[in-house]
């Protein structure tokens, strides 16, 4: 079974509009981490906000803010005020074990790739 | 500070040859990790590296290794090489375990 699904392949979305990338994800631990990342035609990967499972309040970097449902096992990316640079692949990414567990070891999805239009 | 460093970008080996892959973390990160990204399996895991020791290792074969040295720069080995090795990969660093991983811009590797 898939621990990060990413049901998205592939987003169209209005510049200056909000749009939101959908990830769910599966784990037993009790302690884990949730990341979003973007990757542009370059292939860098550009790290862009994090979710602690004990953190009880939902992660916001400028734009960016993660909708953490820990019941629904879901922390969906929210964009807002899209860009045209905001145009990439966009991943969703698991660290379990996040206090013992490994440090470089993230679990990622297949990705959704997000087109901003004009 | 200066981000992750990855040499070469672009690497073009045949098939039965070997190539090793260069990584600079991030000043004072200990923790360097390999991931392998091709368009069929995504982005998986190779291995961790913490203070010069394999700290954990993802499901592939021992063609592929590494290690990592007192400065924390890491290299990344794959022998005897497939066409399926062909991929992006990306090292990243980070600095304790509840802080995001830092990327490098990646190592294209084509095998022909």
């Known amino acids: 079974a898939q621990k990060i699904t990413q049901t998205q392949p592939g987003m169209f979305v209005q510049e200056k509009e909000a749009v939101t990338l959908d990830c769910t994800y599966d784990?037993?631990?009790?302690?884990?981490?949730l990341f979003w990342y973007k990757q542009p035609s370059s292939g860098e990967m550009i790290f862009l906000i994090y979710?602690?499972?004990?953190?009880?309040q939902n992660a916001t970097e400028g734009r960016y803010s993660l909708n953490f449902q820990k019941a629904r096992k879901s922390a969906n990316l929210v964009i807002s005020a899209s860009q045209l640079g905001d145009s990439a692949m966009y991943f969703c990414?698991?660290?379990?074990?996040?206090?013992?567990?490994?440090?470089?070891?993230?679990?990622f999805g297949k990705g959704t790739k997000l087109s901003v239009k004009p | 500070k200066a981000g992750v460093t990855q040499t070469p970008r672009y690497l073009i080996k045949t098939r039965g040859q070997q190539v090793t892959l260069s990584c600079s973390p991030i000043?004072?990160?200990?923790?360097v990790s390999w991931y392998q990204q091709t368009p069929g399996q995504g982005l998986q895991f190779l291995f961790e590296y913490f203070s010069e020791t394999q700290r954990n290792k993802g499901n592939f074969p021992g063609r592929f290794s590494g290690r990592q040295f007192s400065n924390s720069r890491s290299e990344m080995n794959v022998s005897t090489l497939e066409l399926g090795d062909s991929a992006l990969y990306l090292c990243?660093?980070?600095?304790?375990?509840?802080?995001?991983?830092?990327f490098g811009n990646g190592t294209r590797l084509t095998v022909t």
């Open positions: 979710q602690g499972s004990y953190d009880e």
């Open positions: 990243a660093s980070s600095d304790r375990f509840n802080s995001p991983l830092h």
């Open positions: 784990t037993s631990d009790q302690s884990y981490g």
């Open positions: 000043s004072g990160h200990r923790s």
């Open positions: 990414a698991m660290r379990e074990g996040l206090y013992g567990g490994s440090q470089g070891n993230l679990i």
